[in-house]
């Protein structure tokens, strides 16, 4: 079978793609600063001048790259959610989603840390990665609330609190699980989501 010629915008984006896969491993393997564009590019294939004609500095590559991860990461929590039949089962496949992967994101916990100590020491990437969290935040917060109303449901938190719960148990979870292993209580995650969706105590 004869394959389709890509189109100009195509090959355009698909070699985007695989500057950005390039230069993930890359910034994982060496950090943000031993990460020469030289490397990516050998990596991935291409010329200097490739990587330049897609972004316009390394920085740019790197913020491309988380902006590319939480939008893809809200996306998919977004589907898990309006695919529960009911919120019984939220909480059972988050837990098999965060275990998941983990298992294939060690890469992913890596450039954090990296995203994490380069946003700390340069205030412009610090500004630009809390636009990216805020607007993930109220996405996952709109996608709650709308699972909430649908099943009548009353919370201990509101729909901003537990995505913000979820956010940060899942990165530190992330984080330590790299760390200790398998060392962590199981299914720690999925209890803790069960916990968030408690309704809240009646005073006596």
């Not at 500057?19 to 200097?48: C, N, P, R």
């Not at 901003?160 to 199981?186: D, H, K, Q, R």
């Amino acid at each position: 079978m004869t394959r389709r010629r890509l189109t100009q915008e195509e090959r355009k984006q698909e070699t985007r793609q695989l500057l950005l896969e390039s230069a993930a491993k890359t910034f994982a393997q060496l950090g943000f600063h031993g990460a020469s564009v030289d490397k990516i590019a050998e990596f991935a294939g291409f010329s200097k001048g490739a990587v330049y004609a897609h972004f316009q500095s390394k920085e740019e590559l790197f913020l491309a790259i988380l902006e590319q991860q939480m939008k893809l990461h809200v996306h998919t929590i977004h589907k898990i959610i309006s695919q529960q039949p009911s919120l019984e089962h939220f909480h059972e496949t988050m837990n098999r989603y965060f275990h998941s992967a983990r298992q294939q994101t060690r890469t992913w916990s890596m450039l954090n840390m990296e995203f994490l100590l380069y946003a700390m020491r340069e205030e412009s990437v610090r500004q630009k990665w809390s636009s990216m969290i805020l607007e993930s935040a109220e996405q996952l917060s709109k996608t709650i609330e709308e699972m909430m109303a649908k099943e009548h449901c009353e919370a201990s938190l509101s729909a901003e609190e537990m995505a913000w719960t979820l956010l940060s148990l899942e990165n530190g979870m992330a984080i330590f699980s790299s760390i200790v292993e398998n060392a962590a209580p199981p299914d720690l995650f999925g209890k803790a989501l069960q916990s968030m969706l408690q309704p809240p105590r009646q005073e006596e």
